[in-house]
């Protein structure tokens, strides 16, 4: 069974910084792309970030760019997002998601999500 | 790095077929074959409807079903139940290599 565990979230003021970890379970982790998608309160879904299964390709929405770091560690098949500079706007659930075999592009498998609020 | 468009809402009665639009640009749902519909619930997280414009996951009813022309895809889902009652949402592979998601569309069975 496909597990996805997140981890890391909390309360944390503007300016400040928090990392994101992704216990990943029931697959063959480096044979997947991986993504961090966020959800803010009562909002819709946004993709932040991407991984490619040997970590050489990463990519990122625009309004992250710089701030937060995608890195994933094959040997202990967890996916983690350093977040930096945060601002109000990254009050959000994050979710860990895991990409599909091969050539398909999707979303299949979603962990429960953490909660990332930011606020002084 | 705009959101696709969709509906804010769509509605139906049991047994109805409804549509949901999603519309983006050349730059993403007009040149690959790359959108996928989600599926939340409140308080849930998402599952996965369909890929690659028109494929279904093992285990997702074939009353879903999608579709795509030019900068416009759509999901319809046929034979509405109770169930079905959901916020569904479009996704899309872009020219950047990012991916975008759509706005939105929340879907009440009447």
């Known amino acids: 069974e496909v597990q996805l565990v997140e981890s890391g979230g909390g309360l944390v003021q503007p300016g400040g910084s928090l990392r994101l970890s992704c216990a990943a379970s029931g697959f063959t982790f480096d044979n997947y792309w991986m993504n961090w998608v966020r959800q803010a309160p009562g909002k819709g879904l946004e993709w932040v970030a991407n991984i490619k299964e040997d970590g050489s390709e990463k990519y990122y929405v625009d309004s992250v760019k710089g701030r937060f770091t995608i890195s994933r560690d094959n040997a202990e098949n967890s996916l983690y997002l350093q977040m930096n500079s945060l601002t109000v706007e990254d009050t959000a659930v994050y979710y860990c998601?895991?990409?599909?075999?091969?050539?398909?592009?999707?979303?299949?498998?979603w962990g429960q999500g953490t909660l990332v609020t930011v606020s002084s | 790095q705009s959101a696709l468009t969709q509906p804010a809402s769509v509605s139906g009665s049991p047994g109805q077929s409804i549509t949901i639009s999603c519309t983006g640009t050349s730059s993403d749902v007009g040149d690959y074959n790359y959108v996928s519909w989600y599926q939340q619930h409140p308080g849930k997280a998402p599952k996965l409807m369909i890929y690659d414009v028109s494929n279904r996951p093992s285990g997702v009813s074939n009353r879903f079903s999608g579709s795509k022309s030019g900068n416009t895809a759509s999901l319809t889902i046929s034979g509405l139940q109770a169930e079905d009652e959901a916020d569904y949402y479009c996704n899309s592979y872009t020219s950047s290599r990012t991916r975008v998601f759509g706005t939105g569309t929340k879907v009440t069975v009447l």
């Open positions: 998601v895991r990409g599909l075999w091969g050539r398909s592009v999707g979303f299949e498998y």
